[in-house]
């Protein structure tokens, strides 16, 4: 398995175009957020009659594939676990905010999925370069870390 550095180094080869950075810094965690909440709106926990009624909510599609996501992170590091963490907790914390005011978290969610997806792809096409995950999937979990980079170099030094 590749280190941190490594996904990020070969992530940042198709992440140089100022424009498609900015579209990443704004498109990334919008894309995060709506896969969660898509994976929100699809509850399991009730198809599980061995589950107590109390935690059957809180297992939905979002939740069970978080596992496999949450590992993966662990695996490239304490700092790269917390990150991850972060970013689910964030999302979970949206997810229940917007659910919270009515049953629009799917359309909600959907919505923004598309219109990031859509300007992402334009930041490629900017770019001249194809997005990273179309070589390998995991690319998908390195975007949320390249972002947090990103953000953390603009808090230090007013650029990304």
């Not at 590749?2 to 900015?22: D, F, G, I, M």
């Not at 598309?114 to 992402?120: I, R, S, T």
């Amino acid at each position: 398995m590749r280190s941190r550095e490594q996904y990020l180094t070969e992530y940042a080869r198709s992440h140089k175009n100022p424009l498609n950075k900015v579209i990443h810094m704004i498109c990334v965690p919008a894309i995060f957020f709506a896969t969660g909440g898509i994976g929100w709106s699809i509850p399991i926990g009730s198809l599980f009659s061995w589950i107590p009624e109390s935690i059957a909510p809180w297992i939905n599609l979002a939740t069970l594939i978080a596992i496999p996501i949450i590992v993966f992170y662990a695996r490239l590091g304490p700092q790269t676990l917390i990150t991850g963490l972060s970013w689910l907790a964030i999302t979970v914390a949206l997810c229940i905010a917007i659910q919270a005011t009515g049953p629009f978290l799917l359309w909600i969610s959907i919505t923004v999925w598309v219109l990031a997806w859509a300007a992402q792809f334009y930041g490629h096409y900017v770019e001249g370069a194809k997005p990273s995950f179309g070589d390998d999937l995991i690319f998908l979990l390195i975007g949320p870390l390249f972002v947090q980079e990103k953000f953390g170099r603009l808090v230090r030094t007013g650029s990304i």
